[in-house]
């Protein structure tokens, strides 16, 4: 059975530190593209950051280029980003996806997601 389970989240000042995690299970998980999206209320889900299959290329929103830096250990099947210097406009919930697309078929698989709250 294919799992994503997220973890790490929690309630932070501004200008502070978070780390997600995201654990993989029941896939190839060397074979996906990692990425963490986010979504907050009223708004859609939006991308924030991708690492490629081998962890050799990472791409970021604008918005946290800079502060998050994505990662992943094919080893422990994980997934992680480290987020600094939080904002409260970073306040969403934060989603662990796994994506591999081939010709014919798209595997998508998605975790819960897990709640960042950045406020003073």
């Known amino acids: 059975q294919v799992q994503l389970v997220e973890s790490g989240g929690g309630l932070v000042q501004p200008g502070g530190s978070l780390r997600l995690s995201c654990a993989a299970s029941?896939?190839?998980?060397?074979?996906?593209?990692m990425s963490w999206y986010r979504q907050a209320p009223g708004k859609e889900r939006e991308l924030v950051a991708a690492i490629t299959r081998a962890g050799g290329n990472a791409n970021y929103a604008d918005s946290v280029k800079g502060r998050f830096t994505i990662s992943r250990d094919n080893f422990k099947k994980t997934v992680s980003l480290q987020m600094n210097s939080l904002k409260p406009e970073d306040t969403a919930v934060y989603y662990c996806?796994?994506?591999?697309?081939?010709?014919?078929?798209?595997?998508?698989?998605w975790g819960p997601g897990t709640q960042v709250t950045v406020s003073s």
């Open positions: 029941g896939f190839t998980y060397s074979s996906y593209t």
């Open positions: 996806n796994a994506r591999r697309v081939d010709t014919a078929t798209t595997w998508d698989y």
